[in-house]
């Protein structure tokens, strides 16, 4: 009866089928080894492909010499040791070549070439396995089977792989399985197909080889050996979890005040989240919480309140969240939450609604009645980033760029946007070590009389060389000084420095340092200029500060008192960018400035913009009737010099005359504009103006 066709052909198809299911569960277990080896570095990783690649090979080779056992079995059969044992080999080695390049995150198409591989593995074992097969019989193979055979086989192991590595939904991970099954079914069927046996009494096999049952217990036991891997793993995974969460749960406590977990337990989750998050294909949101203007509570009705308040608010978020949602305090006014979800990037949008809802209700503390809101910036995983180091730094940068443009919003991680942020941040952060590690430098332009040419001083200008980027110019450095207040050790810094190379000699006439407003904001400012002019030794009526428009703007009074202070101690003030704020007539009535500088945007458009000549006209008109003498920026042309010397303008600085330089090469500045004073010559200037300049050139050296 087991001869039978039918039931030949029921053993045969069978036996495919417990191939297929040897396979599917050896590369479900292959997978989950291979999605672990993607989220780990190092030797865990080099552990997890080993595992990987030994499962799924194990299994593959099992499933291909299941179905070869399956074949025949009524013809005398048996198999060689050396090419069976061999193909196994292959199996395991080139699954983990193609695991290791596909796990690859820097190659674009990794996931695809390390499948291609897997694939040429499975082609490779299977071939070397048939020929480990002696039959008595005579094979011939049809080479449209074997082509389609090598397309399958190559085109599914790359599809396999790549559905584990870039998961689109959660059953990626098993379709990468079913994927793979499928290869091996198709492989065996097209081989099937493609080749004939035909019995002959004349073929005598080998008494060597090994008959196709003790064949079938080495297949056994690897699949034991494929079970048992998956079931370890499973056995170790399990405990990783209860130990993981139990630490969570551990740490969770250690906010006193709120009872929120800290942040120490927010990074543990966020680790744990991040791996399932990875191995299932889902979405992770992680969520930075600001409330605006918490300071300003404290300050109004006390810390006791303000602890009050964030008790509450902490308490209406904790109440707020979902399933597989987890808030943390971080410290302070500030929280931050996670956020799993299927493959709906939107319900984050919708939990920081929820939580900015629960805040805006009014809180009653002590008979008072606090109203908050909350700046929420939020990144997702792996869509936004697939490092989880980044994915909360992100959600900061949101939250920041939220809150500056306006507060109470919820704010997504946008990468153009944010990484400009980012990039101000690094440098901030190398700015904080700029003063203390000596990176900071002054560059000395020249400053010139238009009348005759003659050297009248210098304005020192900031420079700062960067350990990397070389140098960075003050237009990127000076506005993050000012913001964080760097800029009031930076200026005073600069004061000290200029004041020093006048001491040692090395500068010509007045000295021009920029101050910023935010140093305006120090009520001892004056005290501290004062006290540098006699450590240096240097005489006031040699140094020149360069204020601006907003300087007057911030606080007029402070502003003006310590301007007057300055000036009595015969230090010059001059206006700087002038023409460029919203009120500088109403500045220039403020104080009695020495010296106006003319703003460089004016003199730019000079020869070409009539009504840029007609407000430079007006405002050396407005120097010249107020008695103040102006000063020309940015003059880099003949004709600029040449109408600015015209109007009657009485001082200039340039690339024209001379750029800005480091201090030793300031005599060499000095000698070029000597070189360029024929210039200054065709503008009328008096015969002795190259002597003069000779005269400025030689006070340097
Ligand atoms: P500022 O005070 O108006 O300085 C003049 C700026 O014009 C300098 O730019 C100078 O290099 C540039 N300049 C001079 N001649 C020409 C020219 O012919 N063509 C062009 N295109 N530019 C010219 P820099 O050195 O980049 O400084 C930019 C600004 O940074 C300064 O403008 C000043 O507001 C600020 N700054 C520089 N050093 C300091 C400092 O020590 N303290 C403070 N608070 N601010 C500083
Ligand atoms: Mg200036
Ligand atoms: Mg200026």
Redesign the pocket.
């Known amino acids: 009866m087991f001869d039978s066709p039918i039931w030949l052909a029921i053993s045969h198809h069978a036996l495919i089928a417990v191939a297929a299911a040897v396979c599917l569960f050896g590369t479900w277990v292959g997978m989950r080894h291979f999605a672990r080896a993607r989220a780990t570095v190092g030797p865990m990783h080099y552990g997890w492909v080993f595992m990987a690649s030994l499962g799924t090979g194990a299994a593959l080779w099992a499933a291909i010499f299941i179905s070869i056992l399956s074949q025949a079995p009524l013809l005398d059969n048996g198999f060689e040791m050396a090419p069976a044992a061999l193909s196994l080999l292959i199996a395991i080695i080139t699954c983990a070549i193609g695991f290791e390049i596909g796990s690859n995150k820097s190659l674009t198409l990794a996931p695809e070439i390390g499948g291609l591989i897997v694939g040429a593995g499975i082609l490779a074992m299977h071939y070397v396995g048939l020929n480990a097969w002696h039959v008595a019989g005579i094979v011939t193979w049809s080479w449209f089977g074997i082509g389609a055979n090598l397309i399958f086989g190559l085109g599914l192991g790359a599809l396999s792989v790549s559905r584990a590595n870039r998961p689109v939904t959660k059953y990626c991970r098993h379709g990468a399985a079913i994927v793979m099954t499928f290869a091996v079914c198709v492989m065996h069927y097209t081989m099937v197909a493609s080749h004939d046996v035909v019995p002959d009494a004349a073929i005598v096999l080998s008494p060597n080889l090994v008959p196709g049952h003790t064949l079938a217990i080495f297949v056994t036991g690897a699949v034991l050996l494929v079970i048992g891997s998956g079931f370890s793993s499973y056995i170790i995974d399990l405990r990783q979890r209860t130990e993981a969460a139990e630490r969570i749960h551990q740490l969770s406590f250690n906010d006193t005040m709120t009872g929120l977990p800290n942040r120490i337990a927010f990074n543990e989750k966020l680790s744990f989240d991040v791996s399932d998050a990875h191995e299932k294909a889902h979405k992770l949101a992680a969520f930075s919480i600001d409330i605006d203007g918490f300071k300003d509570i404290n300050d109004v009705f006390g810390h006791a309140v303000g602890d009050l308040v964030l008790i509450q608010a902490a308490e209406r978020m904790r109440l707020a969240m979902h399933d597989g949602e987890f808030l943390a305090r971080q410290s302070g006014d500030e929280f931050l939450a996670l956020q799993m979800s299927g493959n709906m990037p939107h319900t984050a949008r919708e939990m920081a609604e929820r939580i900015a809802a629960t805040l805006n209700e009014p809180f009653g503390v002590r008979d008072k009645s606090v109203k908050l809101t909350a700046s929420i910036g939020y990144s997702i995983f792996p869509t936004d980033t697939p490092e989880k180091d980044q994915l909360l730094s992100n959600a900061k940068l949101a939250m920041y760029r939220g809150k500056t443009t306006q507060r109470g919003t919820i704010t997504k991680y946008d990468h153009k946007m944010d990484e400009t942020a980012r990039d101000r941040r690094t440098l901030l952060r190398d700015l904080h070590d700029a003063v203390k590690n000596g990176e900071l430098e002054?560059?000395y332009?020249l400053q010139t009389s238009l009348a005759d040419g003659s050297i009248r001083g210098s304005?020192?200008?900031?420079?700062w060389r960067h350990p990397t980027r070389g140098l960075v110019?003050?237009?990127d450095f000076?506005p993050l000084?000012?913001e964080s207040e760097l800029?009031i050790p930076?200026?005073e810094w600069?004061l000290r420095r200029a004041c020093a190379d006048m001491a040692a000699g090395s500068l010509p006439g007045v000295v021009a340092?920029?101050?910023?407003p935010v140093?305006f904001r120090q009520n001892d400012l004056a005290e501290t200029i004062h006290s540098i002019l006699i450590a240096t030794g240097v005489s006031p009526s040699r140094l020149e500060v360069?204020v601006?428009e907003s300087t007057m703007m911030d606080d007029q009074n402070g502003a003006l008192h310590t301007l007057r202070r300055l000036k009595a101690m015969g230090i010059a003030i001059a206006m700087?960018?002038f023409g460029t704020g919203y009120s500088s007539l109403a500045t220039l009535h403020a104080f009695p400035f020495d010296k106006i500088?003319l703003?460089?945007s004016f003199v730019?458009k000079i020869p070409l913009d009539a009504s840029a000549m007609a407000i430079v006209r007006t405002i050396l008109a407005l120097g010249k009737s107020l008695g103040v003498p102006v000063l020309a920026?940015?003059?880099?042309t003949d004709d600029q010099l040449k109408f600015l010397a015209d109007e009657g303008c009485k001082e200039g600085?340039?690339?024209?005359m001379a750029?800005?330089v480091p201090l030793d090469k300031l005599a060499g500045a000095a000698a070029g504009f000597n070189l360029r004073a024929t210039g200054l010559a065709s503008v009328d200037t008096p015969s002795s103006s190259r002597s003069r300049i000779t005269v400025g050139a030689a006070q340097l050296r």
């Open positions: 002054l560059h332009q304005e020192a200008l900031m420079r110019s003050p237009a000076i000084a000012e800029i930076m200026g600069a340092v920029n101050l910023s140093q360069e601006t700087d960018d500088k703003d460089q730019r920026e940015g003059i880099e600085q340039g690339y024209l750029k800005p």
